[in-house]
DNA sequence: TTGCGATACTAAACACCGTTCGTTATGCAA
DNA sequence: TTGCATAACGAACGGTGTTTAGTATCGCAA
């Protein structure tokens, strides 16, 4: 193979290895991928890697890219299930947790906070915002119906970081012995919205 | 050197490893850690901390567990800091979120969602019971003073889920363009004790 | 048809990692 | 003085990400 690829061609290829390292990824967990085993899976070495991504690095940054858009488009799915905005509400924290359950690498790869990198490239960053919009869409439109009061911004964000606290506490085994996940994740919401003011 | 260790020398040896390794975490981060350079810094080789440690993962454990019970520690010191049951449940939020700015790696590997071992030491387990325990009693206290009502235990799984995510979401660069930290952390805050609906 | 240039990929090496193993050197007991 | 137990060492193993020089193959121009 010496005939030059085109810039599609690339881009198919970068998605291919991406692809292999996801599917290892969510087999094996984050810890145990390896560009080796990834051109092994691919029949190739290691180092061909290079031609496609400049690093592990840039290739976890192409993977958090695409679990974001992956997550975001479940989200918005979930908002588009229905019209009742309750209703809405629920889907998503459902939607939300269902991606947590069954794409626990994924997950872990868009909120890990071990990445070396401060400066994220611009797709990554834009990809975390439509995540982070996404999350924060419904609740202005429950505040605009008059369902909720306070900025919608903020309310969403609370809503976001309680589920994710929760999520990530889980994950770190840190709730083994606690009251049941469900029970906690619907009162977490509940408390939000009606709060525990005697 | 060959004349052999009482148990609590070995017990001290074991804690200076453990004092280096969190210099290092502390001031290199935690993907930078490694044996040998824990070794370098004491004058010895790697292999010699197999005297003391099973694995860097048991090594791990054992940070994991003096970061829990320093953490505790500061959590009771801010418990016990007023008697005002407001404003100590002001100080604990205080101490919490000031131990994950200034320890954020003790504050990682207490955390971790990425550990291999499903099975944590006892010790471990421990450890991790109290800082679940510690953030739970000033929760009971204020349910039973008639400050907030609910089960306790749930709510306060709901202060801390809250609280987590907020930091572990700003540790992920997902809060970079979300309103101030101290804001979203008093809103949220606010709205699990009053709520938001209309 | 032949030969050239471009290039996708390889093989080998580098420095590092956690871990294992056989050896060394020390200090007490006999 | 001899012998033993053992704390720490040194070298190695297989693994990692990454770099480098080389190979083999293709399209195209002569």
Known sequence: MALPLTDEQVLDVRERIRRVAEGQIAREGISAISLRSIAGELGWTAASLYRYFASKQELLSAMRIAAHNRFAD???AAHDSTANLWDRSRAIGDAYLDFAETQPAAYQLMFAYDQEDKKD????QR??????LTLTTYVVEMVDAGLLQGDPVVLAHAFWASLHGLVVL?????LDHSPPFDLLRRETMRL??????A
Chains 1, 2 share one sequence.
Do not use: D, F, N, Y
């Not at 990809?127 to 982070?132: E, G, H, I, N, V």
């Open 127 to 132: 990809a975390r915002k439509r995540s982070s």
């Open 192 to 197: 939000i919205t009606r709060g525990a003011r």
């Open 74 to 76: 479940r989200i918005e």
């Open 170 to 174: 889980r994950m770190a085994g840190q």
């Open 121 to 124: 490239p611009p797709e990554l």
